[in-house]
């Protein structure tokens, strides 16, 4: 699906067993860079800790869709839905404001075989997501390595969020 981003050539594509690593990289240096300013030091170890290579292709294996973005053959980005849900958008903070984030966005809507409707944001993210007609929903978090990593529940019309699990 090639599409274009602010004049670069950016191909996206359902994820491959070989995109796991650069995946992997580009959550990390999000975690390191983008978040940096938004969740503590002992949140983000204990949630560094808890992704693995492996972790990306279990969640694919078992139902969830994966699609990456490369440009000029690099992968940058990528992004993942459940049913109804958003379940990850990440672009490396080396590339970021450039359009993918929301090429991504607009791929996955365009793939899901049902309205996505609702999300976890992180925090900081959710000014990004009320641009997709997202509105804040409630505060919430998940649990990691004992840790309670806060987000922003948001969804937009169709079903509620507690329709879906959260
Ligand atoms: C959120 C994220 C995916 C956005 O990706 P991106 O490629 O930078 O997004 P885009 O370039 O498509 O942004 C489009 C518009 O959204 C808004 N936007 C993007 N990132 C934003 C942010 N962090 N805060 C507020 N607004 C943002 C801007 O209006 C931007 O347009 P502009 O650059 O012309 O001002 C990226 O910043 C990221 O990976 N962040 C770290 C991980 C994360 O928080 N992911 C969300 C998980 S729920």
Redesign the pocket.
Known sequence: MPTS??GSRLVIRPMERDDLAAIHN?NTD??TI??RD?YSKEQLKAWMKDQTLEGYWNRHEAGEDFLVAARNGLVV?Y?SWQGAQ?T??????H???????????KACETRAKQKITW?????????????FGFVIDREGHDVKRGVKIP?VVMRREGKSASDDGE
């Open positions: 981003a602010q580009i999000c975690l983008s978040l938004h980005g992004c958003l990850a958008l990440f672009v490396s903070p590339i970021q404001r450039k359009g993918i984030g929301s090429a991504l966005v999300l976890k944001a992180l925090l900081g993210a959710s000014d990004f997501y009320e641009a987000h």
